[in-house]
């Protein structure tokens, strides 16, 4: 079967493998679309998170953002037949076929045509981000602003916007980027590649300069780091930006990954009472409520689609979704 496998480091082919055999009680699915995830693309900078991939003698198989359509079962797997639109959660997408333990069927959601393969392979990144907002637990009226407008952070934008009226402030290098973000109901937009993020944030909600600790304060409600500290970062670091940005008792919530170590002054988060929450991945019941936010019609993920590749072109694939400049999400269509 037709798969893109994962060499190393800025090295992904496009390779013939062999089909999956199945074991009692399991599904092959065809896989009909796949995201490349941020953590893919740590993997294909810098070799990170490689459990994430799926081994073969030479290589991994990355991808597991994907949707498809049953075409084999092994025994009885109830409610589960051929020719099923079926989303869950696996490893080892980026390839024609990928097989359904028992274990990963548990996670299985099924969908009819009203829904596009591609809609519900962004399903998994939708409940990341989910996940995130949860946390940030936004309500009428607050201000929330979202570092970074990749398909997470924008993510947490659909999210809050879906239940309250919040205002949503985006902060993204990337105009086209920017731009997804006004169309998806953000209120405000700010550049930081021709301007001081921080100090627009600022100027916008308001500042207080602190005592006894040097330190300022905004009077955003809740910040969320979902660009983190890359390896050739430069500067302040995103995540000193959000604690700058936060109000008192004000939230951090971290969805990103750091490629490097960053330096904080802590002072400013004890000082401001800042709330810092790490948020990685999902709770299957919010796997469940993200899919049904794509399938009410609530969020909708197709604006967030930049570009559609098949296997054969694994390699422009991955590259392509390194251009955070161009990309929002990019989905191999096997
Ligand atoms: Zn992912």
Same mark, same amino acid.
């Given at each position: 079967m037709k798969a893109a496998v994962f060499h190393g480091p800025r090295d992904v082919r496009f390779e013939e493998i062999d089909r999956p055999v199945l074991k009692q009680g399991e599904v092959l699915l065809k896989v009909r679309a796949c995201g490349i995830c941020g953590s893919d693309l740590h993997t294909y900078r810098h070799g990170l998170f490689l459990q994430?991939?799926?081994?073969?003698?030479?290589? @991994?198989?990355?991808?597991?953002?994907?949707?498809?359509?049953?075409?084999?079962?092994?025994?009885?797997v109830s409610g589960v037949e051929i020719g099923d639109r079926v989303v869950c959660v696996g490893i080892g997408a980026n390839a024609e076929f990928i097989r359904l333990t028992p274990q990963m069927l548990e996670s299985l959601i099924h969908f009819d045509d009203s829904v596009s393969f591609v809609e519900a392979a962004t399903t998994e990144p939708l409940a990341t981000s989910l996940h995130a907002a949860r946390l940030g637990e936004a309500t009428d009226g607050e201000t929330h602003v979202i570092m970074g407008a990749g398909i997470i952070g924008l993510g947490i934008l659909?999210?809050?916007?879906?239940?309250?009226?919040? @205002?949503?402030?985006?902060?993204?290098?990337?105009?086209?980027?920017?731009?997804?973000? @006004?169309?998806?109901g953000a209120d405000i937009t700010i550049n930081a590649s021709d301007k001081n993020a921080v100090e627009e944030v600022l100027a916008i909600t308001g500042s207080e300069q602190l005592h006894v600790v040097e330190a300022v304060q905004g009077n955003v409600d809740v910040v969320y780091d979902c660009a983190g500290y890359g390896k050739n970062f430069k500067g302040t670091s995103v995540l000193e930006q959000a604690m700058i940005m936060a109000k008192q008792n004000g939230k951090v919530v971290i969805v990103a990954v750091f490629e490097q170590d960053v330096t904080i002054d802590y002072n400013i988060v004890v000082r401001k009472g800042i709330r810092v929450l790490g948020s990685w991945a999902w709770t299957r019941d919010e796997f469940v409520e993200a899919f049904e936010l794509i399938n009410s019609g609530k969020v909708d993920r197709k604006p967030l689609v930049s570009h559609t590749f098949e296997l054969e072109q694994a390699g422009e694939a991955y590259e392509t979704q390194l251009l955070a400049e161009e990309a929002i999400k990019v989905v191999f269509k096997p």
């Open positions: 994430l991939g799926n081994p073969l003698d030479s290589g @991994r198989v990355l991808g597991h953002e994907f949707s498809g359509e049953v075409v084999e079962i092994n025994g009885q659909q999210c809050i916007k879906a239940s309250v009226s919040a @205002r949503v402030i985006l902060v993204d290098l990337s105009e086209k980027r920017l731009a997804k973000a @006004r169309e998806l």
